[in-house]
């Protein structure tokens, strides 16, 4: 069996003492599942896992960007320090807007979510820029 | 920097000790409440102690950096002498409390 | 919902780990070796003599060598030598060649101002360059450098979050217990060391943030960026030049002026712009070694034409002084001879702290297929990359070496080989991997890289110079060190050799069979012990 089906690089859930939890929080307890049944719920729920882990992953990678960026527009337009200051400021921080968002996208609950978490303060920060760009 | 770097390692040593499992690997006894928590307050206290005499120095920037470098080597020195040299861990912690009160007197008077 | 933030973490902690493993690696290492890249560049060239000459003398050298050499440069640099790079360096911008191409570098000798001939090689330069451009074409290494910044950084920040028992365990230290030794190895040598590794990772972003995180510069500077610059680079604006000709100051009364000026300081370089003109100006610019901030906008300027002192460097602000700090961490220069060492210490066991990672990760999965022998295409390929990531590199930093004291000085563009052993050297490691097994290849390529490192002492004894030999009496304690460094080195990684002494295989096949059932048994226990970290 152990030839017959490739272990898969990415595994299609995560071991867990007493069963396995998938990406979107489900619980499946491994001893229960009869071995054909798992063979064709294991393609199955492979396909999504793949998907939504994809989906997280773009999410983190150019959503994480954008908020950075985002992060690092907005700062530079609010803080009350001249604008060599305000710049270099933004950028310092704007990495752990970054890693905020990485993490944010992988530990939510579903894909949908993640991006939900990325867009929305995304659109914060745009309005909040605009706002401050307009007010001065 | 050295007698914070001795404090520093004094420091460790005692927060090691102040947990059981380690106190039980390196002094073969078992550790009573009270002692553990001596020695958890006396641990902080060597290890603020090491940080205030780092910064006396004028130079607080060079000061601070220095001493997080003498903070992790003392770390890294103890945690990889405990388990194959666990008297010398002790005896080194030992020697640098005692040589303190000279390592303190000697940047006195620089 | 805190077991699954945990067990998310892990996830991302593992995926980050794998892909960007070896790439940090080789990041991390060649990057530690740059902390000694001057000391690394005397062992390189080792034509260039060692003499202590006052800044003032080495300046008039450097004064007449570019007024006969570069008169009609937009720009000259001074780099005055100082304890740990003993050469005097002058560079010029050669006018009408613009960007990179367009700058000429020599080393000169501070005490007869002639050009040194030295050997052509990239030397210590080479690791430092690599760290962070990696051999790409400009600017796609350093994108990617910065990349692979940040996802350490957010290895990191996973590992601690992962990693439950960071209080609990933080002395805790098992070797001799297998897998649950290397466990504890990689979270020691990460939490332990935790500060280090946090300052360099943020601060390898902060050195180019202005090319990767632009958008606050263009949201605020529109098209004139260079504005952004001026405004944060004070020191290096130059005055056009006026078009009249008028002899340059000498520079050496500058040179005390700006002395007066830092009384307990050194003095780092100069930078004259337009020399030769009515325009000229004389920027001077502390050493590096002074202080933990590595700012390159601050200096004293002087006119260039009379000496006088013109401009007081401008006071920093908080975010300047910021990053400033934090460039100056990341690359030491302040560093004296013992921090320089901790700085190495704490640099290598970083790239330890990778190294046991990966090691780590295909170890459990090959626990799997210890029955059959035969490891799948995706952990065969995991292994490759372990060894040839690893080992191999080494073997190729050894290799680069051996070619500076092999390679026939004359050679033409002998830099340029040089480097290209390293890459081949390193391209041969990954085909030995791709035909031996696990431990042969593991044990082979750490004995040649145990041979080739302890083999360059010897090899700077016979080879033409008798450089050992030379240093051992002359007390040059950079040389020395360099050939004791790679002496500790060779034996470690023979150490490391005899881990994967070969097993008769009878006995292999069954005490495998035997740790395979008992950890089937345990596997319950074992997986719940890794995993226990995000549970």
């Known amino acids: ?136 | 920097m050295l007698l914070a770097t001795l404090l520093c390692y004094a420091g460790f040593t005692a927060l090691c000790l102040s947990m059981s499992r380690h106190y039980g690997e390196l002094l073969h006894s078992k550790l009573s409440v009270n002692r553990g928590r001596l020695l958890r307050v006396l641990g902080w206290a060597l290890l603020c102690l090491s940080l205030s005499s780092a910064l006396s120095a004028p130079a607080w920037g060079m000061a601070l950096v220095e001493w997080f470098a003498a903070l992790m080597a003392s770390a890294l020195l103890l945690v990889f002498l405990i388990p194959f040299r666990p008297r010398l861990a002790l005896i080194l912690a030992a020697a640098g409390l005692l040589l303190s009160p000279v390592a303190a007197f000697n940047q006195l008077l620089v | 919902m805190k077991e699954g933030f945990r067990q998310a973490m892990a996830w991302l902690h593992t995926w980050i780990g794998l892909i960007f493993g070896w790439l940090l690696f080789a990041i991390f290492l060649t990057g530690t070796m740059s902390y000694f890249k001057a000391e690394i560049n005397r062992w390189t060239h080792p034509e260039i003599p060692v003499r202590s000459v006052p800044a003032a003398a080495s300046i008039e050298r450097a004064q007449a060598y570019l007024q006969s050499n570069a008169a009609g440069a937009s720009r000259w640099f001074i780099r005055l030598p100082d304890d740990r790079e003993p050469a005097l360096g002058v560079m010029w911008q050669t006018p009408g060649q613009e960007g990179r191409r367009g700058f000429v570098r020599k080393s000169l000798d501070p005490q007869s101002g002639e050009e040194i001939q030295t050997r052509s090689s990239m030397g210590g330069e080479f690791f430092y360059r690599f760290h962070f451009q990696l051999q790409m074409p400009h600017p796609w290494g350093r994108w990617l450098a910065t990349a692979a910044a940040m996802l350490m950084f957010i290895a990191l920040i996973t590992g601690i979050i992962t990693h439950k028992k960071i209080f609990k365990e933080f002395f805790t230290f098992r070797p001799r217990k297998g897998q649950r030794s290397w466990l504890d190895g990689h979270n020691a040598i990460g939490v332990l060391a935790l500060p280090f590794h946090l300052m360099i990772t943020y601060s390898s972003l902060v050195i180019f943030m202005s090319m990767v995180m632009p958008a606050s510069i263009i949201a605020s500077y529109g098209d004139n960026v260079q504005a952004f610059y001026a405004d944060i680079f004070p020191s290096t604006n130059g005055a056009k030049a006026a078009g009249t000709a008028a002899p340059l100051t000498p520079l050496m009364p500058v040179l005390s002026a700006a002395q007066q000026q830092w009384p307990d300081g050194n003095i780092g370089r100069l930078v004259v712009n337009n020399p030769g003109d009515a325009n000229a100006t004389v920027a001077v610019f502390r050493s590096a070694a002074d202080s933990v901030i590595h700012d390159n906008g601050v200096a004293l300027i002087f006119d260039g034409v009379s000496g006088a002192l013109q401009t007081l460097p401008t006071p920093r602000s908080g975010p300047m002084l910021v990053s400033g700090a934090m460039y100056g961490l990341h690359i030491g220069e302040f560093a004296g001879p013992l921090l320089r060492w901790l700085y190495f210490v704490f640099g290598i066991a970083g790239t330890a702290m990778i190294g046991t990672g990966l090691v780590m990760w295909l170890a459990k999965r090959q626990l799997k297929h210890v029955k059959t022998g035969v490891l799948p295409l995706e952990l065969r390929l995991v292994h490759v990359l372990n060894v040839a990531g690893m080992a191999g590199l080494m073997i190729a930093v050894a290799a680069f070496f051996w070619a500076n004291r092999l390679l026939p000085v004359g050679l033409a563009a002998r830099g340029d080989w040089e480097i290209n052993l390293f890459f081949s050297a390193w391209g041969l490691t990954v085909l030995h991997a791709l035909v031996r097994n696990g431990r042969q290849g593991w044990r082979e390529q750490l004995a040649l890289g145990a041979l080739l490192f302890a083999g360059l002492p010897v090899l700077d004894i016979f080879s033409g110079g008798g450089y050992l030999l030379a240093s051992l009496q002359q007390q040059d304690w950079v040389l020395i060190g360099f050939d004791l460094t790679a002496l500790v080195t060779g034996l470690f990684m023979a150490w490391g050799a005899t881990k994967f002494r070969p097993v008769p295989p009878v006995i292999a096949a069954k005490s495998d069979e035997q740790t395979a059932t008992k950890k089937t048994r345990q596997t319950g226990i074992d997986t719940a012990q890794l995993e226990g970290e995000a549970n």
């Open chain 1, 1 to 136: 069996m152990s030839h017959a089906d490739p272990t898969p690089l990415l595994p299609s859930v995560l071991p867990f003492p007493g069963g396995c939890v998938l990406m979107d929080g489900a619980m499946m307890d491994t001893s229960q599942i009869k071995k054909p049944a798992r063979k064709a719920k294991s393609a199955q729920v492979s396909l999504a896992y793949r998907l939504a882990v994809t989906s997280r992953t773009l999410a983190a990678l150019f959503g994480g960007y954008l908020l950075a960026a985002l992060t690092s527009v907005c700062l530079t337009q609010w803080l009350p320090m001249p604008r060599a200051d305000a710049v270099v400021t933004g950028m310092l921080l704007s990495f752990l807007a970054y890693l905020g968002a990485v993490i944010w996208c992988f530990a939510c609950r579903t894909a949908w979510r993640a991006w939900a978490g990325i867009l929305l303060p995304a659109g914060i920060l745009a309005a909040l820029f605009c706002i401050g760009r307009w007010l001065s």
